[in-house]
């Protein structure tokens, strides 16, 4: 369900025409709905209402502080994955004791930032990252309460690149290490363990490895049980997956079901670390097309957002949405949609049927929600696109466009470059 519709043959975000947002805020320009994101967020969260929970959105999924505001003013907590992370959630209103805090190379200041602000749990992720974090509270005079983010050795079926619970990732401690693991900590001094964690992937689309990593997680906590050491906290990750084109995710409902199926004899409070599910089809990249070609091999819309403003059909070749955005040409043609980037891997859509566009024409670039701001770099040099929030008939800038001042800010020419130009030092 979103709130991006055709009225008439105009594409609107709930009740704002997108090509009047494009006048208005130029383009390329990522455009949020309210409404979306708000009944994502509620309906997941409630699918697991009847068992004791925490909803932690995954901020690398969108981390702009507007968007966070709406999850944390629904009850939300945060997973972050690093102190910039941590940093956002805290300014965005995120209570500290809702963020989880996952990843493999956690720094010392990262961890020294989590513990001053005093986060809910550390999701440990090798012995050496535990050492360290006991230290780090040792010489901060507090206590640090983790869990451990056990590899399940689950394969998730998605891509690759996005799969986390395999043994050969690099994520997680291994299963059958993980006793040894709970049993060291237990000897530490600064160290409180709470928890126990597990992320096996992103758009995972079949109930079935949450369902095996998590009998494999409940089997390990009666163990830890049996050895006296009683946890409170089950983080099952995220990586529940959207329709981008014709993949048919488990709706939250029913994932809730088949994940409160197996813990509902346990006693245990549930954190889901939820971001594509919630994000994704909630935003949309509107691009312009610059312009149109035609060679003897090939048919080429160029337009102009780039593999800058979002990575993911280049980085993993996925599949986007391609609409537009004024529907009244009905003639279609197979093309390529492309950016101005200097690379051939920057494209939209390969050998794609498409409306045959004119140049000027607004295009959206659909399910961008997730994983697309959040990766935009500034490659070529190019300011990044600005974002705004719909909702209902109102507007609202969440991110203004970066300017070329912007782009150098931070930058220094020394002083020994600064001589007259056309003479360097060796001439
Ligand atoms: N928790 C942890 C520990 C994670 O690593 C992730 C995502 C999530 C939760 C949220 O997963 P989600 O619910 O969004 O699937 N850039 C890629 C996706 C990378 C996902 C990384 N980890 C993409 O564009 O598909």
Redesign the pocket.
């Known amino acids: 369900m979103h709130h991006f519709q055709y009225k008439e043959h105009e594409l609107f975000c709930e009740d704002v025409s997108v090509a009047g947002l494009a006048e208005e805020w130029g383009t390329p320009l990522y455009i949020y709905s309210y409404a979306t994101l708000a009944h994502h967020f509620r309906a997941f969260d409630a699918a697991f209402r009847e068992y004791p929970h925490l909803t932690c959105f995954?901020v690398?999924?969108n981390s702009n502080q507007a968007i966070l505001r709406i999850f944390a003013n629904e009850g939300g907590g945060a997973?972050v994955?690093s102190g910039g992370e941590i940093y956002r959630s805290l300014k965005a209103g995120m209570n500290p004791d809702r963020i989880v805090y996952?990843g493999v190379g956690k720094t010392h200041d990262e961890l020294d930032f989590a513990l001053e602000v005093g986060i809910l749990m550390f999701n440990i992720e090798s012995t050496q990252e535990l050492n360290v974090l006991n230290e780090r509270a040792r010489l901060l005079g507090t206590r640090a309460p983790v869990s451990f983010r056990i590899n399940p050795d689950i394969d998730p079926k998605t891509h690759p690149y996005?799969s986390?619970g395999l043994k050969k990732n690099k994520f997680g401690i291994e299963s059958s290490a993980s006793i040894q693991e709970y049993r060291y900590a237990k000897t530490l001094e600064y160290i409180d363990i709470i928890g126990i964690s597990c992320?096996i992937g992103?758009?995972i689309t079949e109930t079935g490895p949450f369902v095996e990593a998590l009998r494999r997680i409940k089997s390990f906590v009666h163990e830890l049980r049996r050895e006296g050491i009683r946890i409170k906290y089950l983080d099952i990750?995220?990586?529940?997956g959207i329709t981008y084109d014709k993949e048919t995710p488990p709706p939250p409902d029913e994932y809730a079901k088949a994940v409160l199926k197996e813990v509902q004899d346990e006693d245990l409070t549930l954190i889901l670390?939820?971001?594509?599910?919630i994000v994704g089809n909630a935003g949309i990249l509107v691009t312009k097309v610059l312009y149109t070609k035609s060679t003897s091999e090939k048919n080429f819309i160029i337009v102009d957002a780039g593999m800058n403003d979002l990575i993911?059909p280049s980085l993993?070749n996925?599949y986007q949405e391609i609409l537009s955005v004024t529907s009244f040409s009905q003639e279609k043609y197979v093309a390529d949609m492309v950016g101005p980037i200097c690379e051939s891997g920057d494209f939209f859509a390969r050998d794609r049927l498409l409306t045959r566009p004119r140049e000027g024409d607004y295009l959206a670039i659909m399910s961008a929600g997730?994983?697309g701001f959040v990766?935009a770099s500034n490659y070529n040099s190019r300011p990044r696109p600005a974002e705004v929030l719909v909702d209902g008939s109102e507007t609202h800038l969440i991110r203004q466009r970066e300017s070329y001042e912007e782009l150098i800010q931070g930058e220094n020419i020394p002083p020994f470059l600064l001589s007259e130009p056309g003479t360097s030092r060796s001439s």
């Open positions: 995954s690398k999924a997973d994955v996952s996005i986390t992320h992103s758009q990750g995220g990586g529940l670390e939820p971001g594509r599910v993911r993993y996925a997730a994983y990766m």
